[in-house]
């Protein structure tokens, strides 16, 4: 199937007028979505924590974390974003997706609506 890649939006939370249009690789091996330090900055996210994360390579590294406002096809939410260093790939993480009610269909490689569940 290959990468899954999709158009979105991400805004500051507080301020959605700071916002960029972007391609997300959509990673559900990833629990965080990842952006680069230079959207981070140009969006002006605060930072709300410092957390540490394996990355691909089995490194362990620490990230600065900040809320930012994430919008799908029109359908938006504020997630926790993990701030890695500049020309790191921009990946839509697990939480985000679930936050937004979708998952990947491991056959069309599309968005589509996720059976929540209350158990």
């Known amino acids: ?29 990833a629990i965080y979505t990842v952006i680069p330090q ?14 540490k994360f394996k990355i691909a390579s089995g490194e362990v590294v620490e990230y600065f974390v900040s809320e930012a406002y994430i919008m799908i096809d029109g359908k938006g939410v504020t997630s926790l974003v993990a701030i890695a260093p500049e020309k790191t790939p921009i990946l839509l993480g697990v939480t985000t997706l679930e936050l937004l009610g979708v998952q990947v269909d491991p056959v069309t490689g599309k968005l589509i609506p996720l059976e929540l569940m209350i158990l």
């Open 1 to 29: 199937m290959g990468y899954v890649r999709i158009r979105g939006v991400i805004a500051n939370p507080l301020d959605r007028n700071l916002r960029d249009e972007l391609e997300f690789i959509v990673d559900a091996g």
């Open 38 to 51: 230079d959207v981070a900055e140009k969006l002006q996210l605060k930072v709300v924590d410092k957390r």
